[in-house]
């Protein structure tokens, strides 16, 4: 069984894999926009507070770059609504499906970079620009680490097996 493709492990058509995978994609997209939303609201805002004429140019540029960041990431979230709407009854559910992954996986690209661009500069209003910019980049090594090498580690070992030759496939420790 450990060598059978994941696919053949499941007894589902084409279709059925479609619409579950395209179910489990949209609780994905549920706990990320929650995420986008509440960056996005807290980066509209920053506008109007006393402190914001304060800001330097840097400071300036990294809000308006963060908050257009944290604009498209929100719409490529709410992207895969849209095209199941455009193509909704017309047979094209895998077509939905591979395109909204393909839009959720550019989501969290995008929403890595407003996150780091977002703390970068609460850390440089309050600490300053070297302790901005550390804590810039430890989110962006934090994020690319979660969100891209553990998923690529976890996919290469589900492809060379189990470390323990006595471990059953599938089981959980």
Same mark, same amino acid.
């Given at each position: 069984m450990?060598d059978?493709?994941?696919?053949?492990?499941?007894?589902?058509t084409?279709?059925e894999r479609?619409?579950?995978?395209?179910?489990?994609?949209l609780?994905?997209?549920?706990v990320?926009?929650t995420g986008?939303?509440?960056?996005?609201?807290?980066l509209?805002?920053?506008? /109007?507070t006393?402190?914001f004429p304060?800001l330097?140019?840097?400071?300036r540029?990294t809000?308006v770059t963060?908050?257009?960041l944290?604009?498209?990431a929100?719409?490529?979230f709410t992207?895969?609504a849209?095209?199941?709407?455009?193509?909704?009854q017309q047979?094209?559910?895998p077509?939905?499906?591979?395109? $909204? $992954?393909?839009l959720a996986?550019?989501?969290?690209?995008?929403l890595?970079?407003? /996150?780091?661009g977002?703390?970068?500069?609460v850390?440089d209003?309050a600490?300053?620009?070297?302790?901005g910019?550390a804590a810039?980049?430890?989110?962006?090594?934090?994020?690319?680490a979660?969100?891209?090498?553990?998923?690529r580690?976890?996919?290469r070992?589900?492809?060379t097996?189990?470390?323990?030759?006595e471990?059953?496939p599938?089981?959980e420790?």
């Amino acid at each position: 069984m450990a060598d059978r493709p994941a696919r053949a492990l499941r007894d589902e058509t084409p279709l059925e894999r479609a619409d579950r995978n395209f179910a489990e994609l949209l609780q994905e997209l549920r706990v990320t926009q929650t995420g986008v939303q509440i960056l996005f609201a807290f980066l509209l805002t920053l506008a /109007f507070t006393p402190r914001f004429p304060a800001l330097d140019t840097v400071q300036r540029a990294t809000y308006v770059t963060t908050l257009l960041l944290a604009m498209l990431a929100a719409a490529l979230f709410t992207a895969p609504a849209a095209v199941h709407r455009g193509l909704f009854q017309q047979n094209a559910k895998p077509t939905i499906v591979r395109l $909204s $992954s393909r839009l959720a996986s550019i989501g969290l690209g995008v929403l890595m970079l407003a /996150f780091t661009g977002s703390v970068l500069l609460v850390v440089d209003v309050a600490l300053g620009r070297g302790a901005g910019i550390a804590a810039g980049a430890g989110t962006l090594a934090v994020c690319v680490a979660l969100w891209g090498v553990l998923p690529r580690m976890a996919r290469r070992s589900l492809l060379t097996g189990p470390a323990d030759p006595e471990a059953e496939p599938g089981r959980e420790p």
